[in-house]
């Protein structure tokens, strides 16, 4: 079957770090994607991995390890409009997006 | 200024009627998709279509329908056969193909079925 694992919520200080996992178990692998979601709001992009390895954006770094199914998405120097929440999605082996559940991220001054 | 636009933001309905909610982009996308989202849950799948006059089902079609008469146009009917019709509905699109491509939203429509 296939599976995406994430924290359903998480809490942070403004200013911090906060590291956001994802586990999946997926038939097939053509990538996978990071999305932010501010409540009542749609997704909008933020990182994309196919290989192994961190994609370094601005405050945001995502990594992959495909072997142990396995990515995390991390945030630096926190802000208040980072209290989101953070969407993890594989693309399967029919370039379709499977998505987890996400991650609800609290940030507190 | 290109994007994908959904309308409205907010319906409600009365049990038992049919509505269709209203998806347009003007990004060029080959492909449409349309989403659930439920409190707790990932979005799940509906619909989508990677060329004009062709959709597939998703994972959760029952009780929807979908035409593409359109590249720029992807709309969605909620049946009165759709058990659980109340939900936050997303449209999304992206260049399709088989190779990455992200998708982008629109900005989605609550549905409330009472």
């Known amino acids: 079957g296939q599976n995406i694992d994430q924290p359903t919520e998480m809490t942070a200080t403004e200013g911090a770090i906060v590291q956001i996992n994802c586990t999946y178990q997926t038939s097939g692998f053509n990538g996978l994607f990071w999305y932010q979601q501010h409540a009542g709001e749609a997704p909008t992009f933020l990182s994309y991995n196919v290989l192994d390895g961190l994609e370094e954006k601005g405050r945001f770094s995502s990594f992959l390890s495909r072997s142990k199914g396995y990515s995390y998405l991390l945030l630096k120097e926190l802000q208040m409009k980072d209290s989101a929440s953070y969407l993890c999605?594989?693309?399967?082996?029919?370039?379709?997006?499977?998505w987890g559940a996400g991650t609800k991220l609290i940030i507190k001054p | 200024d290109g994007g994908i636009t959904q309308s409205p933001k907010y319906l409600f309905r009365k049990e038992g009627q049919n509505v269709t909610l209203s998806c347009e982009q003007n990004?060029?996308?080959?492909?449409m998709y349309w989403y659930r989202q439920d409190p707790g849950q990932g979005l799940r799948l509906i619909y989508y279509s990677q060329i004009v006059n062709d959709f597939q089902k998703g994972d959760i079609a029952e009780g929807y329908s979908v035409s593409r008469e359109k590249k720029e146009s992807f709309p969605l009917t909620v049946t009165s056969a759709q058990k659980n019709p109340t939900a936050f509905y997303l449209c999304?699109?992206?260049?399709?193909?088989?190779?990455?491509?992200?998708?982008?939203f629109g900005p989605g429509t609550r549905l409330t079925v009472l």
């Open positions: 999605a594989i693309m399967d082996s029919n370039y379709q997006l499977i």
């Open positions: 990004l060029n996308h080959d492909a």
């Open positions: 999304a699109s992206s260049a399709g193909g088989l190779d990455y491509n992200e998708q982008f």
